[in-house]
């Protein structure tokens, strides 16, 4: 594959990212650091995406996963980008098919209940409290790999506190890795400045591009049961198809479509 031809999607969550611990019982967005982490993950967004080009990539894709996904400071991002933002989107990875390459996963965080894992959630941090895949208990790390996986994408980067970074090569192998922090406690950290931080994830970034060629996708192979432990039996009680209740705070899901689990 020529440089010409590839296409890298880069998806920003916030949590992962440098200096980030937030407040405890808070989101990150709802805490004092928000505005901060804007700032930190449009840097980190942008150093991804520079990486990519100085590659010789031909076109990166930046979505910003975080939350309702209006974070990013769209006007200092890298001006060859393209951004995906806004909710709702039609499916998970909105623009993400066979053409690209390869995905970043940026600022992303360990699931809930990792050990040292800041930040660390399933995809809710007031609802979910475990999920599993298959049977193998997985965070938003492994699943995004798999409906990456499933269009026929490998993700080749990773970025995240130092439980991330280890969950991330747990479910992809030895992939492109930075870990921008180590974890004390869920909302406590030793942390690289933001600037140090950007220089590894875009050094590491070029060198995922320029070793794509040898990567692959992350496949579970269907069909797919998707369990759900909920916090409260409240919230397993509102399940919907293909979801139903199984015990009072879990729920499962069965498809042959891996989209439609999330």
């Known amino acids: 594959m020529s440089c010409d031809d590839i296409k890298i999607y880069v998806s920003v969550d916030f949590e992962g990212g440098a200096c980030l611990v937030g ?3 808070q989101t990150l967005t709802a805490s004092k650091q928000y505005e901060f982490a804007r700032k ?14 100085d590659a010789g990539c031909s076109e990166v894709v930046i979505r910003d996963a975080h939350g309702a996904g209006l974070n990013l400071l769209y006007d200092e991002l890298d001006e060859r980008v393209k951004v995906v933002l ?30 040292g894992g800041v930040l660390s959630h399933t995809y809710s941090s007031k609802a979910v409290q475990n999920m599993w895949l298959n049977g193998r208990r997985i965070g938003e790390i492994g699943f995004d790999a798999a409906l990456c996986g499933s269009l026929g994408v490998p993700v080749i980067m990773v970025s995240s506190c130092e439980a991330g970074v280890k969950e991330a090569h747990d479910f992809l192998g030895e992939i492109e890795t930075v870990a921008t922090k180590i974890g004390y406690s869920r909302n406590c950290a030793m942390s690289l400045t933001p600037s140090a931080a950007r220089q590894r994830i ?12 040898g990567s692959e996708p992350y496949v579970v192979p269907g069909p797919y049961e998707l369990k759900r432990e ?33």
Not at 40 to 53: D, F, I, K, L, P
Not at 86 to 115: N, T
Not at 203 to 211: F, Q
């Open 86 to 115: 806004g909710v709702p989107a039609p499916r998970r990875f909105p623009g993400l098919d066979e053409s690209f390459s390869g995905v970043f996963l940026i600022g992303y965080h360990p699931m809930a209940g990792a050990e």
């Open 230 to 262: 909920f916090k409260y039996e409240s919230q397993a009680a509102r399940a919907r198809p293909p979801f139903t209740r199984v015990d009072p705070r879990t729920v499962a899901g069965r498809s042959e479509n891996l989209f439609d689990l999330i």
């Open 202 to 213: 875009r050094s590491a970034a070029k060198r995922a591009v320029e070793t794509v060629d």
């Open 40 to 53: 930190v993950m449009t840097g980190e967004a942008n150093a991804a995406a520079r990486g990519a080009y």
């Open 23 to 25: 407040e405890p019982e």
